[in-house]
């Protein structure tokens, strides 16, 4: 269906430049722009190979090992219904170091384990658990320092300072965070109130 309306966007803009006149602005647009996504993805690429790189020396030196086994009570008290040598802790912890460090491409393969992880264990595959529910509002929350996408977008354009984001984006993930796991407790304790009714 997308890419349907892909297609009718195209066929219409085509069609309107034609009929409006504009072929000529609509060509040379179409190649600035081409020009524009092959440099945003250049320096994309830059940041991101720096950071993944990162996050495979912390993996292998077993720095990510130290630091689950360090949060790992508190990852407890987030999700109570997990035992503390759940294996699901540690795909849970990963994944919330890569977004930390603003590598949404390198968390969401331990984002997938992790809810693997947590299927497993579900009594009723077709309803989620409270650790799943938990998990999926920490992820679209993703705690983040270093937002990468948006400092290479600035880099790219030329921003005089592309770190100055960093604080204000930490920030606002921290409240957004809280927000979440604030909201997933509420739910979850109306939802409990209305099952015992």
Request: glycine share 6%; proline share 6%; hydrophobic share 50%.
């Amino acid at each position: 269906m997308v890419n349907l309306i892909w297609i009718a966007m195209i066929v219409v803009g085509i069609v309107y430049s034609m009929w409006n006149g504009t072929v000529s602005e609509v060509n040379t647009a179409m190649f600035d722009a081409s020009t524009q996504a092959v440099e945003l993805v250049i320096g994309f690429v830059a940041v991101f190979t720096f950071w993944l790189g990162m996050m495979e020396i912390a993996n292998q030196s077993g720095l990510l090992d130290k630091l689950t086994k360090l949060t790992r009570p508190l990852l407890v008290k987030i999700f109570p219904e997990l035992s503390p040598k759940d294996p699901a802790l540690g795909f849970i912890m990963s994944n919330i170091t890569a977004n930390f460090f603003g590598l949404g491409n390198a968390a969401t393969p331990f984002g997938l384990k992790a809810m693997s992880a947590l299927q497993a264990n579900n009594p009723n595959p077709h309803v989620p658990t409270r650790s799943m529910v938990t998990f999926l509002c920490l992820n679209t929350a993703a705690l983040t320092l270093f937002p990468t996408t948006v400092i290479s977008l600035r880099m790219t354009h030329g921003a005089i300072e592309p770190m100055d984001i960093v604080i204000p984006a930490f920030l606002a993930t921290c409240c957004s965070c809280l927000v979440a796991l604030t909201l997933d407790r509420i739910f979850y304790f109306f939802t409990i109130k209305k099952r015992r009714r």
